[in-house]
């Protein structure tokens, strides 16, 4: 029987066959580098806000604590974003008549709510509580990192599932002292695995519940 195809179809074949492997592997870590990249995770992306907030002039150099604005962050599953009144229990006095505060002014004036712009949002099929993290120990700098030396509020942390699995499959690496939540200065001591197991039995923390789906996705 005559051959049908002639033999440079096999060297086409061949190298077809590994163009499309090595381009599959290209397009795979293209797309894996994207998926880490700023661009998709906002990671140290500024976004714009109504004014130039910063946590390193409140909480760093003034010492307000997280709570004083982030009145829900014990009870509830979102800590809120502080309302007009709040701002104007200070720079009502403070800072009354700079230019930027004006929006505030306002908002105070109106009733209109100032428009803060997300930081961190979460996709809807995850489901996140707040206030069970602060009530097993975990801290505020260490998914928000050194919000004290901010000059403006940015995400630091991909929220990436991998992210959140590192602290779920071993809490005693991050857990913390429940009256050092929300002690932005601290730091974890050298003997911190032995501390930290020693308080995952304390809070009662289920280490194989964490890397259950459907603590996270309900």
Known sequence: MAQVFHRSANVLARDSIVGGVLGATVITLLASALYRSPVVTQ??????????????????????????????????????????????????QVLADAPM?????ESWKTGKPLEWT???????????????????????????GEIQEQRLTRKVKTLHMSWCLE????????????????????????????????????????VEQLSNCSICHR
């Not at 130039?52 to 982030?70: K, L, S, T």
């Not at 505060?101 to 002014?105: C, E, K």
């Not at 996709?123 to 069970?132: A, N």
């Open 167 to 206: 602290c779920h499959r071993a809490p005693e690496k991050f857990i913390r002292p429940k009256d050092k939540v929300f002690d932005v200065d601290w730091a974890a001591p050298h003997d911190q695995l032995e501390v930290g197991k020693t308080l995952v039995e304390e809070y009662k923390i289920n």
């Open 118 to 144: 997300r930081v961190y949002d979460l996709p809807d099929f995850v489901y996140f509580d707040h206030s069970i993290h602060v009530a097993k120990g975990m801290g505020c700098t260490t998914c928000h």
């Open 43 to 92: 990671v140290n992306i500024n976004k714009e806000q109504p004014i130039p907030f910063g946590h390193q002039r409140h909480v760093g150099a003034n010492g307000i604590d997280c709570r004083y604005c982030h009145t829900t962050v014990e009870k509830s599953g979102v800590a809120n974003v502080p309302p007009t009144e709040t701002c104007m229990t200070c720079h009502s």
């Open 101 to 105: 505060l004006q929006p505030v002014h």
